[in-house]
């Protein structure tokens, strides 16, 4: 069973910044972040291949940056400007192909931005 661990949500005022972090517990073709706002479904945020071809979602191109560091299955997100709009569980995801798609999901962590 893979394994993801997320860190860097919190607290943070708007206009302010916050780094999640993500450990694989093995390599994944496709890491990325999605998100959850209370009475939201989950949507994406970002994703990065391990060949570095990235996908953002609209809302958050020119303020939240991916990057991933393959020698240690570690997926960052780096957001900037954030605003209230991005209070939401986020959540680390990852795939991998073998005899099919192998999809997995960490238990997310909480940020919150004030107003």
């Known amino acids: 069973q893979v394994q993801l661990v997320e860190s860097g949500g919190g607290l943070v005022q708007a206009g302010g910044s916050l780094r999640l972090s993500c450990t694989a517990s093995r390599s994944l073709f496709t890491m990325g972040w999605y998100r959850q706002a209370p009475g939201k479904q989950r949507e994406l945020v970002a994703t990065?291949?391990?060949?570095?071809?990235?996908n953002y979602a609209d809302s958050v191109k020119g303020r939240f940056t991916i990057s991933r560091d393959n020698a240690k299955n570690t997926v960052y997100l780096q957001m900037n400007s954030l605003n209230p709009e991005d209070t939401a569980v986020y959540y680390c995801s990852g795939y991998f192909w073998g005899s099919g798609r192998y999809d997995y999901w960490g238990q997310g962590t909480q940020v919150t931005v004030s107003s």
């Open positions: 990065m291949t391990t060949g570095g071809n990235t």
